[in-house]
């Protein structure tokens, strides 16, 4: 039994109908005594008897109109309690309700939360696996591209192999020449050096015939003698001696026009043999 929103004890209800019962019993034998009383009493007091009667009338119909009363307001007070109790229900019921539709929309928040956050893994693994394959890409673009450096450096370094040799063998080729004309030149021109000192040539008394020597003649442009030196001695000095002194006396020594053909002549050897 609940009354202003606190829920009463229903044994108090109870103890409130007995309470009137009992007055109703004790209002009873009350009337029973009077009875009792006036029929004893009946010779002397005829009217109170029939007073008494009334009264004991009066008090049963009291006592049954409390009793429906009472009964009535059990009866109200039962159907506010009905009432009260199936407020409370509803009340439990919405409440139940609420906590249901919060928790429900926790959960739901609980379920979005987690599915934002599994997004966000799946982002961040789509954004690391992007970043991965990104780099992978850009490594492998400059492993390619230093794969080509390395074609390009071996090409160019294969083309500067083979200019040089191509230079090299040029350059041979074009020292073979001109060492194919200084040998000639050389060869035309001792012939002419060797006459022309021995032109300026003064046999000595003492020279025998068949004699002969090796001189050494340093030069400078133009055919000029730095210097004249026997380097293979005829066996007779003054043989040798006279062999260096035609050949300053013939200076300047015959040389070709070909400037590119001095290096050959700057520093020259030949035989000295006169013929007679």
Not at 69 to 78: I, K
Not at 105 to 128: D, N
Not at 245 to 250: C, E, I, P, Q, S
Request: aromatic letters at 4%.
């Amino acid at each position: 039994m609940v009354r202003n929103g606190v829920r009463q004890p229903i044994g108090r209800t109870r103890a409130v109908v007995y309470a009137v019962l009992v007055h109703a019993v004790i209002i009873g034998l009350l009337l029973l005594s009077f009875r009792w009383h006036s029929e004893n009493d009946a010779v002397q007091a005829p009217k109170m008897i029939e007073a008494h009667v009334v009264d004991a009338t009066a008090a049963r119909r009291a006592a049954q109109k409390l009793k429906q009363r009472l009964a009535q307001q059990e009866l109200v007070r039962q159907k506010q309690l009905q009432q009260q109790e199936l407020r409370q229900q509803q009340q439990a019921l919405q409440q139940q309700l609420r906590q249901q539709q919060q928790q429900a929309l926790a959960h739901e928040r609980q379920q979005k939360r987690a599915a934002q956050r599994k997004a966000a893994i799946a982002a961040k693994l789509r954004a690391a696996a992007l970043e991965k394959a990104r780099l992978a890409a850009e490594k492998k673009q400059q492993e390619q591209q230093a794969e080509e450096r390395r074609r390009q450096r071996a090409i160019a370094s294969l083309q500067r192999q083979l200019a040089e040799e191509q230079a090299h063998r040029a350059a041979a080729a074009a020292a073979a020449a001109a060492a194919a004309k200084a040998q000639s030149a050389i060869a035309h021109y001792k012939v002419l050096i060797r006459q022309k000192v021995e032109q300026n040539w003064v046999r000595p008394p003492d020279s025998r015939k068949g004699m002969k020597c090796v001189v050494r003649v340093k030069l400078v442009q133009g055919g000029d003698v730095l210097e004249a030196v026997v380097v293979q001695s005829s066996g007779d000095p003054v043989f040798d001696r006279s062999v260096e002194n035609a050949v300053y006396r013939a200076s300047p020594l015959p040389l070709p026009d070909d400037s590119t053909l001095f290096p050959y002549f700057r520093d020259l050897e030949f035989t000295f043999k006169p013929e007679s």
